[in-house]
């Protein structure tokens, strides 16, 4: 397949991902102790040129760019920067970008591996519940994806307080308790948004007749994934997961989800 125009906007998105991953090691040098506003910025100008290769895409396609892999991955990039822009306008989180810029500078660049992006005889999100549902679903992947960033600054910062007092004193990174609230609230807007999407399911199959949805490998591992992070919610409501272990929690599930998502998709027949 030729090389859209609009994948030069998705390219330019992902330099600005990969320039601001290279300031996370900055960042980290000086134990973050000096609040600006240069990884957000970068990360708010990238958002904006991924944001233009999006519509670019669907208004060549006239649907929602979201039919294949490279579609669904530049999706997800997207709702993930564009959560850390609205979490970010509060300083002490605006290292959550910090954190988030090396792992959306790696899966952007799997993006752009030859392959991904092709195209069916016939496209699959050109009405409004079956692009609903998926948007829905990968918006909730979005919000667990900064939820998972907020675990490992949760780690992080602990470990500071445990070894490196002095770094920690001095560092800006928002308190653990704030921190534990953040991906509390971020679990629970992914978990409604995740749960929408594939409630929406039954209509998708009764909108396009009979379909084996219910034993499609990506829907099951959805519902896998929906049940992992229900547990999560429900043992921190039950106060026998916080602090520590919700973080480990919260990483160890989505790293699963970063892991298992692409493999899922090819092994899909409804979703490839």
């Not at 992947?141 to 992080?156: I, K």
């Not at 199959?205 to 034993?215: K, S």
């Not at 490998?217 to 026998?240: N, Q, T």
Request: aromatic share 16%; charged share 10%.
């Amino acid at each position: 397949m030729s090389w859209p125009p609009d994948k030069n906007w998705f390219l330019a998105a992902v330099i600005l991902y990969g320039l601001s991953a290279l300031y996370t090691v900055f960042l980290w040098r000086r134990g973050f102790r000096k609040d600006d506003w240069i990884c957000y910025g970068l990360l708010a100008v990238g958002f904006v040129f991924h944001f233009t290769a999006m519509i670019q895409r669907g208004l060549s396609l006239n649907r929602c760019p979201i039919d294949n892999l490279y579609e669904a991955t530049s999706f997800f990039m997207w709702t993930v920067v564009g959560t850390y822009l609205i979490v970010g306008l509060w300083p002490r989180l605006r290292f959550i970008g910090a954190f988030a810029s090396p792992m959306l500078f790696a899966i952007g660049i799997f993006a752009l591996f030859p392959g991904l992006d092709e195209q069916g005889p016939e496209p699959r999100y050109v009405n409004g519940p079956v692009s609903l549902h998926a948007a829905m679903i990968l918006l909730g992947y979005g919000a667990f994806a900064v939820a998972g960033v907020a675990a490992v600054m949760y780690l992080t910062q602990e470990h500071n307080l445990k070894f490196r007092k002095l770094l920690a004193i001095q560092s800006l990174l928002p308190s653990i308790q704030r921190l534990e609230k953040v991906n509390t609230r971020l679990l629970v807007a992914g978990f409604l948004l995740l749960t929408f999407g594939l409630g929406m399911a039954p209509l998708i199959v009764g909108e396009h007749g009979p379909r084996d949805i219910y034993t499609d490998a990506k829907f099951l591992w959805s519902v896998l994934v929906w049940g992992m992070y229900g547990a999560l919610i429900l043992l921190h409501w039950l106060g026998r997961l916080n602090g520590h272990r919700l973080a480990w929690g919260t990483a160890g599930v989505f790293a699963f989800v970063m892991l298992t998502f692409w493999g899922t998709n090819l092994l899909s027949q409804l979703h490839q």
